[in-house]
């Protein structure tokens, strides 16, 4: 892993203006992770995938994250502080070829893979949630067998489509990460789901933004091009724009 310079926090920025969020988290690991080429980095399980963005983000901001929710009852706005170290725990050895599980649920023995970037953006066209859902499961189910009869995915019944949700769960527990939130205004609690990808991409994107304006005034102030700007330290360039602005 290595840090995300200000040009590579702007070229990220740039590169995924037109991208799909899925699209956009290989991109920040491509920088991020110039080890990992695009194509292993889609292959890697949800979890592992966000668990190697979330170190990252800790690595450019800081450890702590804080989250915004609002009460689905009385509106109230929340903020979450996130400790980064808390949740991710050590980025996992980058594996190559997707790993095989077994589950079974009644007569119903299942081979299956874990959900990866490919799955998550196929998934993502269907009309709905629980179909989009349905559709993510279905594209990593390997085979199945009912009794010593090979049957489609699609004739999985909701009861065995429950319990490889919960397997897959089970075995990479950050590809859905989940607070349990208490209301302080009304009382009311519910779960709030976080998407560690587009919390990132909307950080680097405002980062980005503050880079920019840094550069125009620099510019307009000294003349100076933006990749010598950029190259300047956080400190320098603050030192410079406060002259600028005396």
């Not at 725990?89 to 649920?105: D, I, K, M, T």
């Amino acid at each position: 892993m290595q840090d995300l310079t200000a040009q590579d926090i702007l070229a990220v920025w740039e590169a995924g203006q037109d991208q799909h969020p899925v699209d956009r988290a290989l991109t920040v690991l491509e920088h991020g992770f110039p080890d990992l080429t695009r194509e292993r980095s889609a292959r890697l399980p949800l979890g592992q995938r966000d668990r190697l963005l979330l170190v990252l983000r800790a690595q450019v901001f800081g450890d702590v994250m804080t989250a915004a929710a609002g009460c689905p009852k009385c509106g109230e706005q929340l903020e979450i502080p996130i400790a980064v170290s808390e949740v991710s725990g050590q980025p996992a050895a980058v594996s190559g070829q997707p790993a095989a599980f077994s589950l079974r649920s009644g007569k119903y023995a299942v081979r299956f893979r874990l959900p990866d970037s490919r799955d998550q953006a196929a998934a993502a066209v269907s009309p709905d949630p629980t179909a989009a859902h349905r559709a993510l499961l279905e594209r990593c189910i390997i085979s199945v067998r009912h009794g010593k009869q090979e049957v489609r995915p699609s004739r999985l019944p909701e009861a065995t489509v429950t319990a490889l949700a919960g397997r897959m769960e089970e075995l990479d527990p950050l590809a859905e990460l989940t607070f349990d939130l208490t209301c302080p205004q009304c009382g009311n609690q519910w779960e709030e789901v976080l998407d560690p990808a587009g919390f990132f991409w909307a950080e680097l994107a405002m980062e980005a933004q503050r880079l920019l304006s840094e550069v125009h005034t620099l510019a307009q102030a000294y003349g100076w091009r933006e990749q010598d700007i950029l190259a300047l330290s956080a400190r320098r360039r603050q030192q410079y724009l406060g002259l600028a602005g005396s």
